[in-house]
């Protein structure tokens, strides 16, 4: 066998089990291959989880493992809505209350701490309201089509403040004293509109979206006393280019935490602001030859002793402790490897439980160490990938975890990592009955010496002296990997290409985040370049092997992933001949500020970087099968990417296919899915296996 391949199975043996059917497949899934295995909603408290059986909840006890059905969740606090545009209040004994009458919408509406108050935005301006008497606070007048309070400008709910805050950009203080917003002004932002085709004279969307290069929203943070229209601006030049991140408030209210940042976003700054005058004084502050990342948490010791947050300022995430001041009190994780997430701090016993990717990049596993240093103490077991439900006090969690050989499993350990007992197993009876595809996770060696990984699922009854065609599935974009050594279930439409005779593939690149921030240095001021030749250093090694079709070798993905196919099919036509580009941005320059200058700088400052890592740059290198499918309403990867893209094409006069999808937004969804999914099968038949489609698919998709 050639080195690095699975030990499959002798053809005698494979001939033994059965192959899934079509129906088995798509129509009447075949049962008891892979279960599900115990499904672990979060914990009762410290001695009991939540189990869901069949979507009821279980509460188990750690030590017995004795089971009863949960009791109905107990609403424990009040909640507010938005009906007709209003504001309706529910108490916590079940009473309503409606808190506004206004023709406008009500958005965000946001209980106090204390529950008496709550806060919203109106027509662009912020306002809070009294539960018991129903009196309203207006704290700002200038709110309009392109001034906001509170509500988010686009660029920074889509890279800043994140879609699930849904523009909300105000803040509760913890003693519901005062509220923190943030002011915009896009006056100076350039407008892009979308133009929807719906009914008989459509419609125009009309978003203020600055491009990499425009002038970026004005923004300040105004703080305010509850019920007082006296605004206090914290100590920043709103005229500044420059960004501000999620702030923090500490657990006294006395202080707002800000985090800011320069336009070139290689420096930031993390301010504590008074609340009361605005005064802002320095705690903390990153710079870096590249881009410095968010913030996106710090821990805040309640005994007031310091805080903790993860940096990756040497080139590897870690964990580090401060005093209150900003002073460094310990770093508490080294090394080339890079932690996870925070899971507990516990202070009583001085230390923290956290996940890492230390033994494999592939890999998580969960650590704990101690406040005052030392070596992580590994909890979990084995080369398995695990995900992790820590109990509130760390004395137990609950690990689900697998390999690419070893189907999930899960059990409950202690805080030291005994095994108490095993909770499920996934694999099913009819597991051994039949021929599934197998996954191996391989690694290959870029052009310029990085090792990285891939994993390659084979056809079924494989054969290394055979060709076979191959379909990669990426995504691509910088710490955003695919790649790891967990179970992936050998069902669906992956046994399916399988059963077809396709090698199906995933690839990480160097910025996919197993080299940690060093890898991801690289492709400073030249996004995609070296990502693009990674993939074809792994596609070429995969070929070095002998069981690759050169001529039939595929790829797509959505969003990045569709830019790293429309590059994969110009500047990689010597390696890639088939691909479907969804969502694609092609041109940088098209892409918002706040995302593209982060890695490229602007146009202004890189025109050569910009030009270089465009596949329209390379159209005329297009030789293989090309798809290009975008939603007109795109808002966020505009539909002006592909449409500039396949203008170069026609330009110069090349064959590919192009698909819209109207009223789609990025990606394709909704009713679009089913007949996206029908068009990949197609075009993987015709272009990828050279056969006609299965009847089966057709009485399938009827």
Do not use: C
């Not at 849904?166 to 917003?181: L, Q, V």
Request: a neutral charge; proline letters at 5%.
């Amino acid at each position: 066998m050639l080195s690095g391949l699975l030990a499959f199975s002798s053809p005698l043996f494979a001939q033994q089990k059965k192959d899934l059917t079509f129906s088995d497949i798509f129509t009447n899934p075949a049962k008891d291959i892979i279960n599900p295995v115990p499904y672990i909603r979060g914990w009762a408290d410290n001695t009991h989880y939540i189990e869901y059986r069949n979507g009821t909840p279980y509460t188990v006890d750690v030590k017995t493992g004795n089971a009863v059905v949960s009791p109905p969740a107990q609403v424990n606090e009040a909640t507010v809505s938005v009906r007709n545009k209003d504001v309706f209040y529910r108490s916590l004994e079940g009473q309503e209350k409606q808190l506004t009458r206004d023709t406008s919408e009500e958005k965000n509406p946001t209980i106090s701490p204390d529950g008496k108050q709550v806060a919203f935005t109106r027509n662009n301006d912020l306002y809070s309201v009294d539960i018991a008497s129903g009196k309203e606070t207006r704290y700002t007048t200038d709110g309009s089509d392109v001034v906001y309070n509170g509500w988010a400008s686009w660029v920074y709910f889509e890279e800043i403040l994140g879609r699930p805050t849904r523009y909300k950009a105000f803040w509760w203080s913890p003693d519901s004293k005062h509220i923190a917003f943030m002011h915009f002004d896009d006056s100076e932002v350039p407008m892009f509109p979308i133009y929807a085709s719906t009914g008989q004279h459509g419609y125009l969307e009309r978003t203020r979206y600055p491009k990499a290069g425009d002038e970026n929203p004005e923004v300040k943070m105004g703080i305010v006393a509850t019920g007082n229209t006296n605004i206090v601006w914290a100590d920043f030049d709103a005229k500044a280019d420059q960004y501000f991140g999620t702030p923090f408030w500490m657990a006294d209210s006395k202080s707002l935490w800000m985090q800011w940042m320069n336009r070139d976003q290689n420096d930031l700054i993390i301010y504590t602001v008074n609340p009361d005058t605005g005064k802002k004084s320095t705690i903390y502050e990153e710079a870096q030859k590249t881009w410095v990342d968010w913030f996106d948490g710090m821990y805040f010791l309640k005994n007031g002793s310091g805080f903790i947050l993860k940096s990756d300022k040497t080139g590897w995430g870690h964990f580090y402790y401060y005093d209150l001041t900003g002073k460094l009190k310990k770093q508490l994780t080294s090394g080339d490897w890079r932690v996870g997430d925070l899971l507990l701090v516990d202070e009583k016993a001085g230390e923290i439980f956290f996940t890492a990717r230390k033994e494999a990049s592939t890999r998580f596993d969960l650590y704990r160490v101690s406040l005052k240093g030392g070596e992580p103490k590994r909890l979990t077991f084995g080369n398995f990938d695990h995900n992790v439900v820590l109990s509130p006090d760390g004395n137990y969690f609950v690990d689900t975890y697998s390999n690419l050989q070893t189907p999930t499993q899960s059990a409950l350990l202690d805080r030291n990592g005994k095994v108490i007992r095993q909770l499920g197993n996934s694999k099913g009876l009819q597991f051994n009955a039949y021929n599934l595809p197998k996954t191996e996770l391989v690694y290959y060696t870029t052009r310029d010496g990085l090792r990285l990984p891939m994993t390659v699922t084979y056809p079924l009854n494989f054969d290394p002296a055979k060709k076979y065609p191959m379909w990669i599935s990426i995504y691509g974009g910088p710490d955003a990997g695919t790649v790891y050594d967990r179970w992936k279930t050998p069902t669906g439409t992956t046994a399916w290409w399988a059963k077809e005779g396709i090698l199906q593939v995933a690839i990480d690149n160097r910025s996919a985040g197993h080299l940690g921030k060093t890898g991801m240095n690289y492709i400073y001021r030249q996004l995609g370049k070296h990502e693009i030749e990674d993939y074809m250093d792994a596609v070429k090694s995969l070929e070095a092997k002998g069981f690759v079709d050169e001529k039939q070798v595929g790829i797509t993905g959505t969003s990045f992933g569709g830019y790293m196919t429309a590059m994969a099919l110009t500047y990689g036509a010597d390696v890639f001949t088939r691909g479907i580009a969804i969502s694609s941005p092609t041109d940088w320059s098209l892409y918002d500020t706040h995302y593209t200058e982060r890695f490229m700088d602007t146009p202004q400052d890189n025109a050569e970087g910009y030009k270089v890592t465009s596949p329209i740059t390379y159209a005329d290198k297009l030789k293989g099968e090309l798809r290009v499918i975008h939603g007109d309403m795109d808002d966020n990867v505009h539909m002006q990417n592909s449409v500039q893209f396949i203008d170069k094409l026609q330009n110069l006069n090349k064959h590919f296919e192009y698909m819209v999808y109207p009223g789609n937004r990025h990606g394709v969804s909704g009713t679009k899915v089913r007949h996206n999914n029908q068009e990949t099968v197609r075009f993987i038949y015709r272009y990828l296996l050279d056969k006609p489609i299965p009847q089966e698919f057709y009485s399938y998709w009827k």
